[in-house]
C-alpha cells in the first residue's frame, strides 16, 4: 500500500484490532505507507482461504463476514465465524509449506487488508506492543481450540453441549444463532441436538427461552 490516501482510511480502522491494539495512529500510518500490504475485495460464496492453500499470509476482515468451517471425510465442522476487525491465518506464518487447516468462505461481500509472511515478522520483530498483541492472540486462539476440545472429550452429546455452553456463554447466556450451525459445531444432528437440549433442560441444568440459553446457577464452575 503505497497511497497516503489509502493509509489514511485504514488507520483508526486497524488501530481497533487486537493487532495494533495500543499502537499510536502515526506509526500505523507510516507502516501502511513503506509496507508491502495489499486490500482486497471477495464475493460472497469466494474463499479467504482454503485446506489446499500454501499462500502464507495474515488477513484482517476491513469489511463484511466470512465462515471458517473444518471440512473431513465425516463432513464439515463450523468452527467460528468471523466479522470486521476480525484476524485470520495465523496458522499460515512459518508453517513450512504446510496446507491451511480449514476454508474460510465469504458471507457477503468482504474486504481484507492482506499481510504476507514476511512482513508479518518484520512488524513483529520491529514494534513490541504489536508482538505482545499477536502472542495475546495466539493465546486466546489456543485456549478457544481447547475448551473445543474438552467438549469433544465428554462421552454423552448432552454433556458436550453443556461444556460448549458454559465455555462459550457470555456469563450464564448463550445465543443461538443457528442451530444448524450449533450441531454442525458440535458434530451431531440438529435431532440428536434438540433432544440434548431437552435432556439439559429436564436436569434443571439449562432454561430455554427462544434461542436465549440460560446456564442455571448450580451448573456453573
Known amino acids: 500500500m503505497s497511497k497516503l490516501s489509502d493509509a489514511e482510511r485504514y488507520t483508526r480502522q486497524l488501530g481497533e484490532t487486537v493487532l495494533f491494539r495500543g499502537v499510536p495512529g502515526d506509526r500505523i500510518r507510516s507502516w501502511l505507507?513503506?509496507?508491502?500490504?495489499?486490500?482486497?475485495?471477495?464475493?460472497?460464496?469466494?474463499?479467504?482461504?482454503?485446506?489446499?492453500?500454501?499462500?502464507?499470509?495474515?488477513?484482517?476482515?476491513?469489511?463484511?463476514?466470512?465462515?471458517v468451517n473444518r471440512e473431513s471425510s465425516d463432513g464439515s465442522m463450523h468452527m467460528s465465524t468471523l466479522r470486521r476487525n476480525d484476524l485470520f491465518g495465523a496458522a499460515s506464518i512459518c508453517g513450512e509449506g504446510e496446507s491451511f487447516v480449514t476454508d474460510i468462505r465469504c458471507r457477503e461481500r468482504t474486504r481484507v487488508l492482506n499481510i504476507p509472511e514476511a512482513e508479518m515478522l518484520n512488524l513483529l520483530s520491529e514494534n513490541r506492543t504489536v508482538l505482545r498483541n499477536y502472542l495475546c492472540y495466539l493465546n486466546g486462539r489456543i485456549r478457544f481450540l481447547n475448551k473445543r476440545?474438552?467438549?469433544?472429550?465428554?462421552?454423552?452429546?448432552?454433556?458436550?453441549?453443556?461444556?460448549?455452553?458454559?465455555?462459550?456463554?457470555n456469563g450464564r447466556i448463550y445465543t443461538v444463532k443457528s442451530f444448524t450451525k450449533l450441531s454442525e459445531s458440535l458434530c451431531v444432528s440438529r435431532a440428536t441436538l434438540y433432544r440434548a437440549l431437552d435432556t439439559l433442560e429436564e436436569e434443571h441444568k439449562i432454561r430455554r427461552n427462544g434461542k436465549e440459553i440460560e446456564l442455571m446457577e448450580e451448573c456453573q464452575s
Open 149 to 169: 476440545l474438552d467438549a469433544f472429550s465428554k462421552n454423552s452429546v448432552a454433556a458436550r453441549v453443556m461444556t460448549f455452553f458454559a465455555a462459550e456463554a
Open 33 to 67: 505507507i513503506e509496507a508491502d500490504v495489499s486490500v482486497a475485495e471477495y464475493n460472497a460464496g469466494e474463499y479467504l482461504f482454503r485446506k489446499s492453500d500454501r499462500t502464507d499470509r495474515i488477513g484482517i476482515l476491513l469489511r463484511g463476514s466470512a465462515e
